[in-house]
């Protein structure tokens, strides 16, 4: 027997149960989203992917920098980039306030 997806009746089930949520394949039986899923490349459990090895020893390496800064330029640009919105958004938040204090 088919299970109509979209029906009412598992919306009106017990409290705990998921409904028509319970069967994802019947939700996405068409969408490409379900082919990406089934293709997603597979790894043994325990193997670590070659990428993850080389951001691992980027990051561990002891070069004496921050771990904010071991990304390279881009992270340092991040990082002063947001210390300088929150500085401004600080300095903003006080002139509010004492506008409001003052009128």
């Known amino acids: ?3 109509n ?3 009412l ?3 009106l ?15 996405f039986r ?3 989203a379900l082919k990406y899923a089934t293709a997603a490349p597979k790894t043994a459990p325990g193997k670590v992917p070659s ?7 980027q990051f561990q390496a002891d070069n004496d920098l921050p771990i904010f800064l071991k990304g390279g330029g881009m992270d340092n640009i991040l990082y002063r980039s947001t210390w300088v919105l929150c500085i401004l958004g600080l300095a903003g938040d006080i002139w509010l306030w004492v506008g409001y204090i003052i009128a």
């Open 1 to 3: 027997m088919q299970r």
């Open 5 to 7: 997806c979209f029906s």
């Open 9 to 11: 009746r598992p919306l």
């Open 13 to 27: 089930r017990g409290v705990g149960e998921l409904g028509p949520f319970c069967a994802p394949s019947c939700l």
């Open 30 to 32: 068409n969408s490409a």
């Open 51 to 57: 990428k993850m090895l080389k951001l691992r020893k």
